[in-house]
């Protein structure tokens, strides 16, 4: 019995594979660095280190919001009437700076902030 209050399993499959794609891109990267540092590492400790700080570093943000989500709730719906231009907002700021990507735009932005604000160099 598929039968579960607040949704479909069809959708729920669909929104994980979309989740799945969307981050593909971002943490493959990152994860292949980090295995390969890991499997060249003097000791297996060390690997092992590297692949738990890892792991706590994707996990723990989502435990966070998960144990904050009731208390913040509350005050999300009273954003839900500019939901929809957020939303028309942020997908305007993905579509410059998919464009500022495509053109090289978007380094001579990152050098600018650079110059402009110094203390964005202590940053990472």
Do not use: N
Not at 29 to 43: E, K, N, V, W
Not at 80 to 101: D, E, K, P, S, T
């Amino acid at each position: 019995h598929l039968d579960l209050p607040g949704g479909q399993p069809v959708a729920s499959y669909v929104l994980g594979l979309a989740f799945g794609f969307g981050w593909t891109p971002c943490i493959g990267p990152i994860l292949g660095a980090i295995l390969t540092a890991s499997a060249t590492s003097a000791t297996i400790g060390e690997g092992v280190a590297l692949l738990a700080f890892y792991s706590a570093g994707l996990g723990i943000p989502f435990l966070v919001v998960a144990g904050f989500t009731d208390s913040i709730a509350g005050r999300l719906r009273g954003i839900g009437r500019w939901g929809r231009r957020l939303h028309q907002a942020a997908g305007g700021v993905m579509i410059l700076m998919g464009l500022a990507m495509m053109t090289g735009r978007l380094s001579a932005l990152a050098y600018w902030l650079l110059d402009t604000f110094p203390v964005l160099a202590r940053i990472g």
